[in-house]
């Protein structure tokens, strides 16, 4: 889905060569018939053009290729297209390549013999044969794509799978059902047209890897790790002076009407580099800033780390689970969705599918379930990316996730003296470490079946091919195992996981990138139908948001996105003009740079000065940029009259500054002292209000006083006299008392 190119550079700058690398081949393309609407790989079309397929069939007698022209999407008028022409010219391109790439007439015959196999191999068909097992629905395909192949009697392992016995030293056979004997023989297809694209690919890095003598050292530097096998990147290595220019080209983001194994890679992947961009542009922008002094406004942007974790970060992310689920032997797809949501529940990029199946997923209006219909609950899982909802089915997750060859079968392919898989990939085209990672056995009798196949010259009675025969009799009986064997019998242990592969691949890859100065091209679709000169602006505006351009641009406006080093400035420029214009040749890097900022004209608001370089507005450093194109003489006499009219416009401005700074002076002195005396009268008007009031407070006080004894004497007066008053009363009481008692007396 992907492809990594590189110029590489001696340390003087000089081409010494190239290399490609590539990502995650979409092999199963080879087995298949297409999607509705697109083509299979375009090689096996031009192979058709030229009648260089079996039998020189056209491509539409091919299962594998059977797809209507007027359906195909890929072009903007696919009913009037010349498909025919189109895939001559394609022909014809690729014949003049594979020459000079100096793969001779043989070995292009021998390619051609192995495609056209692959393609036959494709036509064979699996019917149930009513024991649960399954058998060839047409041998007479059968035979002709084991002829082309050159591998007679291969058949018996796409029904069947040997399986280790626990004890070991034996193998069995276990019958295999129609789909997975489908899955066997497409697992066959797509393994051998991988292998044919990486040995070309790596015939490729290795004839253009070093095209200069001088550039030797530096293509060697890079020349590790270019085009291995599961194109995970090389590992960083430029070696001393090492330069590259480098292209990648990822496919992007995919949503489609049935999203699998192979969308939820491509998606990872574009994951993986939008956070790239969004770490290159916002968050290292934001650092550079502030590690300079400049004054930086945040502007917001999507970050997408949480849904990468959710991914990658083991040991209970998406794809480390599905590596789980798919080395235990009894999990199905089904397993994998229901751990999923078990761990992740309450993840805020994680939901389950819609109640009612079948619409456009919220958030991203292209993604739909298989077929329009309902998913079951555990079937699939949404997850929320940058660009949208995708609506993911997990069947055939997990053997997408394993899918591989059995040694077995591998061997079947390689070993017989006549076949076109050995002959293509370990003779005429070899792919690097293919024969290592075959081992031994199955190497080692490759070599003998050919060399006995040139001493006899009999291919069908030679002792290589009774060697090779006995090879495949003792698949069943034996135990293909070993110290030599790269790995075990189907249902051993294997190697790494389609997606632990992508992973370390895009991981790799990033490391590789934060190491580069990255710039980023964006491809934004003009609308959602595929359809030629037609703009659906809300569409456009979409993609410009979720990819985050509309924020970066945002960023260009606030910041100061184009910066120069002092250094590289005075460098460049200081010696041309240092004898030429008076006190240029004292000044400090930084104050030559600003100097000759102002001097060409960039106005100051234009331009913030950082510790070590000189902060632009995003166009404000046009100016420098075209000195640079200038040849040296217009050079030097355009630096000199600028810096020499900027010297001068600066004298003038010394000399009227003078004038008006002491004009200035006697201003600012005059306006102290009026502001002076203004504040004198101010706290002296302060002052006597201030007084006065403290004189009609204590008046106050005072009075408030006086008020105060006068009551108190007033109640003294009173109380004397109302005590007065009491003793006079009880004095006239005692003395009426004897008259009192009198009277009484009388009364009695």
Known sequence: FGKHMDVLLTADGAVAGGRVRTFMLEKTRAAAPPPPGERSFHVLYFLAAGGLLPQARPAQAFRALAAPPAATSSFADASSFDFDAFDRAGLSELLASLDALFVSSEAQQALWRLLGALVLLAEVTFEDDGDGGARVASDEKLRAAEAAFGCPGFASLLLSQPMASPRGGTTYAIALDVRRAA?????????????????????????????????????????????????????????????????????????????????????????????????????????????????????????????????????????????????????????????????????????????????????????????????????????????????????????????????????????????AARAVLLDHIPLPGLAAALGPDVAGAAATAAADERRSGERGASPGAAAAAARRGSFIGKSPGGPGARRQSVGGGGPSTVSRQLVTAVKGLLIELADTSAHFVRCIKPNERSAPAELDDAYVMRQLRYSGTVAALRLLQSSFPTRIAYNEVYSRYHRLVAGKVEGVADLAPADFAESLTLAVGVDPSRYALGRSMIFFKLGAAQALHELAELPPDVLTDKLAGSLASFAAKTRARR??????????????????????????????????VVLVRRAKREVAVRREARNLARAEARARALQGAATALSRLAEDAVWAHRDALHGALAAAE
């Not at 002195?669 to 006597?688: D, F």
């Open 183 to 419: 899955t066997a023989r497409d697992s066959l297809i797509g393994e051998l047209y991988r292998n044919v694209f990486e040995a070309l690919v790596a015939r490729v890095n290795s004839v253009v890897g070093a095209t200069r003598t001088e550039g030797g050292a530096a293509a060697a530097a890079f020349a590790a790790g270019g085009g291995g096998r599961g194109g995970t990147p090389a590992p960083k290595g430029k070696g001393k002076g090492g330069r590259a220019i480098g292209l990648l080209d990822i496919f992007g983001f995919e949503c489609v009407a049935v999203n699998g194994f192979e969308q939820l890679c491509i998606n990872y992947a574009n994951e993986a580099l939008q956070h790239f961009f969004l770490q290159c542009i916002f968050v290292a922008e934001e650092s550079l800033h502030q590690q300079e002094g400049i004054e930086w406004t945040k502007v917001p942007f999507p970050d997408n780390s949480p849904l990468l974790e959710l991914l990658s970060r083991p040991p209970a992310a998406i794809f480390p689970m599905l590596d789980s689920v798919s080395r235990t032997p009894q999990a199905t797809d089904d397993t994998f969705v229901t751990q999923l949501f078990q761990v992740h529940h309450s993840h805020a990029a994680l939901r389950r599918p819609p109640a009612g199946g079948g619409g456009k997923s919220p958030g991203n209006p292209r993604a739909k379930s298989p077929g329009g219909a309902a998913l079951a609950a555990g079937a699939g899982f949404v997850l929320r990316h940058y660009a949208g909802d995708v609506l993911y089915t997990a069947a055939g997750f997990a053997h997408k996730n394993t899918e591989r060859l059995s040694l077995e079968l591998e061997a079947a392919a390689y070993t017989p003296p006549d076949s």
């Open 655 to 688: 000399a009227i500054a003078t004038g008006v700074h002491h004009w200035v002076r006697w201003r600012r002195a005059r306006q102290r002292r009026l502001e002076r005396e203004q504040r004198e009268k101010v706290t002296e008007m302060l002052e006597r």
